[in-house]
């Protein structure tokens, strides 16, 4: 039976799986302006995120807000676990946010691009170290955290790590050649190939691996029906990668790679939850356990259930006004 | 030092730096609406200069803004989990209304007032622009009233270690919200429209500027001034709303302000003390210049009405001594300064009745431009001291009166932890205030845009 928590539950992985996937392309983008090559490159990549990558990193805060309102218990002894990996999201954030507006205004580019590259890279591999230190377990009891400070840092979450920044890579080159903002297709087809690469490796360990940090995983993987949803999901995952790299290795229908790497990470984003649902920190805290009061939650259903679709449309309606390409936003900008 | 005192330090320090710029933002969003507004209304092309001037220094104001914000949401979760666990399902249910319902909107719409010039009719500009504004002034409702509700916890019940809400509309728009929010939003106009003036007048006191120059900036001048003529009084009055609220919901928190330590007998009226210190063990004051019957006549209006005193609370349900001198002390700087840019809009209003509010006759009036420059921190600095008012004089409380600091804490924290976060959180943001302060200087030396075609 579907019951708030559930609804609430679902409402918030939309909100996270939106982040990740539009916003992971933008860090993807960030990380790549990292890699030598000439400024005015990075300068055209920046100015393709311009009018977007506030709206898409938006979508954290929502998803942060909605946590705390609604799962008050996972929003605190998550944080309170996780601390050192919010630290460096926060630092990566920061960075990421500051550095692109004093770019623009800037004498010097150099510094402040490469500063916004950092930031994204920072917030990557903080976004890996959460996710790593979530999977690994949070142990609680009563209630509280009863961990210590690098009880996060367990070898799965270095693999996430290396799996996360290997996935925002792939989105941002992929979105990258979909923007046309990078003239070299050919080098950058090569590169897509080679991050593609490193992901599955990555992804496939941490699957491996992840039954003998975390028992519940196990579990999933050898009992119905949570198998067979787990192998669907593999399967679809495999058959969109293939597309993808045939696409990529004929360099062909560069337009189809961005929403192929959106339908990949997709997959394995609902793959994640089917293999922890009810468990919002597996394998101590379900949903259940965390949501706040039955009036809580249809307040706010209330109050953010009509305004999420809004949300929805307006940023549909922002990202058709700047879809054409680099060179054109670039006239529009505040240029100094 | 332990770990729940670097824990506040390190979220006052997080909150006293971002409250700087979503206050400028707010300030500078109704800056850019009425220009772009009486752009539209006009088709007066110095309106548009002015829109695309000042909004480079507005985007830097948000970046910060959004950038300094983060920390303190996830402070909640890192250094408060016992508080937020608790009172999550009011609080967190607040802090995200502020993100769905307002944010979103300003973000989207930033993004359109910021690169939608040519891509967008001018009309959906204008809209994009009123919702930045819009969603900038809501997040601060949803701020305020999650604030309040710390101060002034209506509609909720404790039941085993949590906050229930029992009526939604009695916790949001508790006593205190409405006024608080007002007080805000007015702080972050005055405080704005004071860089804005001074800025302004900066640039006219510079000697060999263009007379374009002159004119673009005595026209922002003009038009800061104005909001600061209308608001600084309607500022003051609202100011003056909180002494009835504090004096029924937060009555040692008012006895803190004043630094009044023994409630007035029947039949004799409160003094109110300019100046005072406490003895160190508390309980009274080691002097004190007091006007007589002045503190019953501004909270209850009339010369002898009661106000209570700190030593009728037990003293761990009062400010400690230290929280109270903190709050005292703030409490003047913010009412000194409210007084002081108070009689700058009065000076402004006697000087633009007498017409010398125009080229070249304002370049004479050398010292009301000097003052106007040093005005610039002023009505940062006042709400500062307002927020720590607010803050340090609700302690021992972080729920008043249901709630306690001490219990609101994570847990397993380690001090390491802690301190390395403060460490790095201060250098980060002294640095940001830096740079900010290095681009505003360059944005204005390089000055406005005055040639370029409008789209």
């Not at chain 1, 992840?210 to 519940?216: E, G, M, S």
């Not at chain 2, 205190?176 to 005055?190: K, P, Q, R």
């Not at chain 2, 002097?287 to 106000?307: A, K, R």
């Not at chain 2, 409210?338 to 006759?361: C, H, K, S």
């Amino acid at each position: 039976m579907i019951t708030l928590p559930i609804i609430w539950y679902l409402i918030i992985c939309l909100e996270l799986a939106l982040y990740v996937l539009l916003d992971g392309a933008n860090l993807g983008v960030g990380i790549v302006s990292l890699f030598p090559q000439q400024e005015s490159k990075r300068a055209s990549m920046l100015t393709i995120l311009g009018p977007i990558w506030n709206a898409n990193e938006t979508w954290l805060l929502v998803a942060a807000g909605t946590l705390f309102g609604a799962f008050p218990a996972v929003y605190s002894i998550g944080l309170n676990a996780l601390y050192l990996p919010g630290v460096i999201i926060l630092i990566g954030l920061i960075l990421r946010a500051v550095s692109f507006e004093f770019h623009a205004f800037s004498v010097h580019k150099r510094p402040w691009s490469f500063a916004f590259g950092l930031g994204s890279l920072i917030t990557a591999i903080g976004h890996g170290a959460a996710l790593g230190g979530l999977l690994s377990g949070i142990a609680v009891v009563d209630g509280h955290f009863a961990g210590g400070p690098l009880s996060w840092a367990t070898p799965l979450t270095g693999i996430i790590i290396v799996g996360v920044v290997a996935s925002y890579l792939v989105l941002g080159y992929a979105y990258l050649i979909r923007r046309m903002a990078y003239e070299n297709q050919h080098e950058t087809f090569s590169r897509l190939l080679t991050t593609v690469g490193i992901t599955f490796v990555a992804l496939a360990i941490a699957t491996l691996f992840l039954p003998v940090q975390n028992f519940l995983f196990f579990t999933r993987w050898v009992e119905p029906p949570s198998m067979y949803y787990l192998t669907a999901i593999a399967v679809g995952i495999v058959i969109a990668s293939a597309f993808l790299l045939h696409a990529v290795i004929r360099h062909r229908h560069a337009e189809r790679l961005y929403p192929l790497a959106l339908i990949i990470f997709g997959l394995g984003f609902v793959g994640m939850l089917v293999g922890t649902y009810p468990y919002l920190m597996p394998p101590s805290i379900t949903l259940f356990d965390a949501a706040s009061p039955h009036n809580t939650l249809v307040f706010m259903l209330w109050g953010i259930g009509p305004i999420l679709p809004i949300v929805l449309l307006y940023n549909i309606y922002l990202s058709r006004v700047f879809r054409s390409d680099a060179h054109e936003v670039r006239a529009n900008a505040y240029d100094i | 030092m332990d770990v729940l005192t670097f824990s506040r330090i390190q979220f006052g320090d997080t909150a006293a730096f971002h409250i700087l710029w979503p206050l400028m933002s707010i300030g500078l969003a109704l800056y850019l609406a009425i220009m772009e507004g009486m752009w539209l209304y006009t088709k007066d092309e110095s309106y548009y200069r002015q829109l695309r001037f000042w909004i480079k220094i507005f985007v830097l104001t948000f970046a910060i803004g959004v950038a300094s914000g983060f920390p303190l949401s996830f402070q909640f979760g890192t250094n408060w989990a016992a508080f937020s666990n608790a009172a999550g399902s009011f609080f967190g249910n607040i802090l995200g209304f502020e993100t769905t319902i307002a944010f979103t909107l300003e973000t989207a719409s930033l993004g359109i007032l910021l690169f939608g010039w040519k891509r967008v009719p001018r009309a959906v500009h204008f809209i994009a622009n009123l919702f930045v504004l819009i969603g900038a002034s809501l997040s601060g409702f949803w701020i305020v009233a999650a604030n309040s509700w710390m101060q002034v916890p209506h509609g909720v019940a404790f039941v085993e270690g949590k906050f229930v809400v029992t009526d939604y509309l009695a916790a949001i728009f508790n006593p205190d919200t409405l006024v608080s929010f007002a007080h805000m939003w007015l702080a972050c106009i005055v405080a704005t429209m004071f860089l804005v003036a001074g800025i302004s007048a900066a640039v006219l006191l510079t000697k060999n500027a263009a007379d374009a120059t002159r004119a673009f900036f005595l026209h922002s001048l003009r038009y800061a001034l104005m909001l600061i003529i209308i608001t600084t009084p309607v500022q003051m009055v609202v100011g003056d709303m909180f002494g009835g609220i504090l004096e029924a919901n937060q009555p040692a928190k008012l006895a803190a302000y004043e630094l009044h330590w023994n409630t007035n007998p029947p039949g004799t009226g409160a003094s109110l003390n300019l100046f005072a210190w406490p003895r160190a063990d508390g309980g009274g004051n080691v002097f004190q210049i007091s006007v007589p019957n002045l503190l019953s006549y501004i909270v209850v209006h009339t010369p002898d009405g009661e106000v209570k005193g700190l030593n009728d609370f037990p003293p761990l349900d009062r400010p400690s001594v230290v929280d109270a001198i903190i709050t005292f002390l703030s409490f003047r700087v913010m009412v000194g300064l409210g007084v002081v840019m108070f009689f700058i809009a009065v000076w402004g209003i006697v000087l633009w009745r007498r017409g010398v509010l125009t080229l070249p006759a304002i370049l004479s009036r050398r010292w009301f431009l000097r003052v106007l420059v040093a005005a610039i921190p002023a009505g940062f600095i006042a709400t500062e001291a307002g927020w720590m008012v607010r803050e340090i004089g609700r302690q021992p409380w972080v729920v008043y009166g249901m709630m306690r600091t001490t219990d609101a804490l994570s847990s397993n924290l380690a001090l390491p932890q802690v301190g390395t976060s403060l460490i790095g959180l201060s250098v980060i943001y002294a640095a940001l205030a830096v740079a900010f302060v290095v681009f505003v200087v360059r944005i204005v030396r390089r000055g406005p845009d005055l040639t370029t075609p409008i789209p």
